[in-house]
């Protein structure tokens, strides 16, 4: 998919947190995002997928506009901490995921996704009883399911240790080699590990870098 | 009172009514804690005891109809609480899009208006023996009409678990991640609250206002403590739900109190012996872990 932003600006009331951003992706193209707290990369996330109206500038996906825009399976997206998720009420992973997956999957694709993500061994557990590591693939499984387009990651190493986080990267870069377009939110400054085509440096004053990866790189060795 | 309490058991197949209560009774045990499952899980627990009182003031309106001697929907008053219940959800959907972040505003805003609508057609009303019964429910003394509306209310919540069960599932434990699923998130909110504002309005004789939210909720506190899946925790609710049925339908038919009230009990009866026996598992559990750990040489 491609995807298309022109001058986008984003304020919550008066406080304005993004200001003229733009830039193009390519199908297949992977994107960090990353800026220090307050930078605004959330709330770019989240204009990306509707959640906050795009009222100034324009986003387009596959030139169509996001105000008009319904495709929202083509995307699988995975939040901050997963908190939007209800947990304390029993579901097990594999019952998670079959509700989840609505269409185009099965049991046996379900089995699948878990096994490339290396965890197939706790298909029948309780999601309430899992460590973060292993609850982070399953939402990664969960955005994998309806095989999406494009696979937004919103800082998802912020709750994990680093063994897991070393894990989650080499994950999303294999993932990256399937085809698919990846949107990656961090705030680690070590990016020699990813396999990215372009990074988007976010600052508080509303300033941006939007650069390939091989540039970024022969920045950073500078 | 025991040979009063064993003839419960001669009379049940001895009396039609007894045979209805019973049947009934059944139905609503399955029905509760299905429906009553989701609302735990979209952390709506209160929302059973608003539509309640909120279909208090169609029963009430249709005591003050009957007063001025006009008669819709053959003088039953579970008709016009039904309709006031879905009016209720609707308005605590509507509440609940202008205040996102304070969902129990819009709760509290129906359950005042609820009780002050039906207070005031209660006190303009000239009949108003039956309102015992509809603040704490009386199963033992229901209609063919309450039967049919049952059947119905069944019928319609098998199809809504059919038909969309997954997307409401899904909706209910992640709403933000929903639309991932091509899920239209706001006309699933509604159908869902409309069913759960009709099975509500069914419940409201059997179990009464007051104790409906009970019903729905208890037995899948109890199933949470116990089940190890969506579908064992479903399974494990039910099963305790229609146990508290049946013997709360033998209390309230022996003891002759309100049939919400005795089945509420047992109810909380079976919640407490769970966390009690849970509680007593895992700390011997506990323990036994702690003793494994010893090391040798202490």
């Known amino acids: ?222 | 009172m025991m040979p009063y309490a064993l003839s419960f058991f001669s009379d049940l197949f001895a009396y039609d009514f007894m045979l209805k209560a019973l049947g009934a009774g059944i139905v609503l045990g399955i029905i509760a804690p299905l429906i009553g499952s989701i609302v735990v899980v979209r952390r709506l627990s209160f929302i059973a005891d608003t539509l309640g009182h909120f279909s208090l003031v169609g029963v009430s309106f249709s005591l003050f109809l009957s007063s001025l001697e006009v008669s819709i929907f053959f003088d039953e008053p579970l008709f016009f609480g039904l309709i006031f219940s879905v009016v209720g959800g609707l308005l605590i959907e509507m509440f609940r899009r202008s205040y996102k972040s304070y969902k129990e505003i819009s709760m509290v805003i129906v359950i005042s208006l609820g009780t002050a609508l039906a207070a005031v057609f209660f006190s303009k009303a000239k009949a108003t023996g039956s309102l015992y019964t509809y603040l704490f429910g009386s199963i033992l003394t229901v209609t063919n009409y309450y039967m049919y509306a049952l059947l119905a209310v069944t019928l319609l919540v098998v199809l809504l678990f059919v038909l969309f069960g997954r997307q409401i599932i899904a909706l209910s434990f992640d709403e933000t991640s929903a639309k991932f699923l091509g899920i239209n998130v706001n006309i699933f909110q509604i159908i869902f609250m409309v069913v759960l504002s009709v099975v509500v309005s069914i419940m409201l004789e059997a179990a009464g206002v007051l104790l409906i939210s009970s019903m729905m909720i208890i037995p899948v506190a109890a199933g949470m403590k116990l089940g190890w899946s969506y579908r064992s925790t479903l399974g494990i609710a039910i099963l305790f739900s229609e146990l508290s049925v049946f013997f709360g339908l033998w209390a309230a038919y022996s003891l002759k109190i309100p049939s919400g009230a005795t089945i509420v009990s047992v109810n909380i009866l079976i919640l407490l012996i769970v966390a009690l026996i849970k509680r007593i598992v895992l700390k011997r559990q506990i323990a036994k872990l702690a003793k494994q750990n010893v090391p040798d040489e202490l």
Request: charged letters at 20%; glycine letters at 8%; hydrophobic letters at 35%.
């Open chain 1, 1 to 222: 998919m491609q995807i298309d932003i022109h001058n986008l600006s984003f304020a919550y009331g008066h406080k304005s947190v993004i200001g003229g951003l733009s830039l193009t992706l390519n199908p297949g193209d992977y994107l960090v995002v990353r800026g220090k707290n307050g930078s605004g990369k959330t709330t770019f996330i989240k204009c990306l997928l509707g959640y906050n109206p795009v009222k100034t500038g324009m986003i387009f996906f596959d030139h169509e506009d996001i105000n008009t825009f319904t495709k929202w399976m083509k995307f699988g997206y995975v939040s901050q901490k997963f908190e939007d998720f209800n947990y304390d009420y029993p579901i097990t992973v594999n019952e998670m995921l079959s509700v989840y997956s609505l269409r185009r999957t099965n049991q046996s694709q379900r089995l699948k996704i878990l096994d490339q993500l290396g965890i197939l061994g706790i298909v029948n557990e309780n999601v309430n009883n899992l460590s973060g590591g292993q609850l982070q693939r399953v939402f990664i499984a969960r955005a994998m399911l309806n095989q999406p387009e494009v696979l937004i990651l919103d800082e998802p190493t912020a709750s994990i240790d680093k063994m897991n986080t070393e894990y989650f990267y080499q994950t999303v870069n294999s993932l990256h080699q399937t085809g698919i377009t990846i949107i990656l939110v961090t705030h680690n400054s070590d990016l020699g590990r990813l396999d990215l085509t372009h990074v988007l440096t976010m600052r508080q004053d509303m300033t941006y870098d939007f650069m390939t990866g091989d540039k970024f790189h022969t920045e950073e060795a500078e």
